[in-house]
């Protein structure tokens, strides 16, 4: 299976660094999908959760509070402000998820925006 690389990088460095089969953004004008082979493009990117499916269908997530996308064809870099990997078990991923969306209402006032990315969390938690 086609594999892209995926890189999230904050001021204080690396957040996530991993090949995806599938990844969704939260772009400024609404959330749009990435697949191996994307044509290039520079997309700004608005508070939310990069949802990221590895090759083994694992999904990933990683909340942020704003940024920018570049992509090619062989993969995504992400710069953003502030990001926080949502991932571990138990109470690790409650502290992940408790601390994503504090990020992502931090950063928005839209109610959409805080009621999309607190579900997509809560549906982590499950």
């Known amino acids: 299976m086609k594999t ?5 990088i904050t001021p204080q460095g690396m957040v996530f660094d991993s090949d995806a089969t599938y990844a969704v953004f ?3 004008i609404g959330e749009f999908g990435v697949l191996p082979g994307h044509s290039s493009m520079l997309s700004l990117l608005a508070p939310g959760i990069i949802e990221i499916t590895s090759e ?3 999904k990933n997530a990683v909340a942020i509070n704003w940024g920018y996308a570049a992509l090619n064809e062989v993969g995504a870099i992400v710069l953003v402000d502030g ?3 949502v991932a571990g078990s138990g109470a690790e991923l409650t502290a992940a998820i408790e601390k994503a969306e504090a990020l992502v209402k931090a950063a928005t006032d839209s109610a959409y925006s805080i009621g999309a990315a607190t579900s ?3 549906a982590l938690g499950k």
Do not use: C, E, T, Y
């Not at 892209?4 to 999230?8: A, D, L, P, V, Y």
């Open 4 to 8: 892209f690389k995926i890189q999230i």
């Open 26 to 28: 939260p772009g400024q």
């Open 56 to 58: 083994d269908n694992v």
């Open 83 to 85: 990001a926080v990997a």
């Open 120 to 122: 997509k969390l809560l």
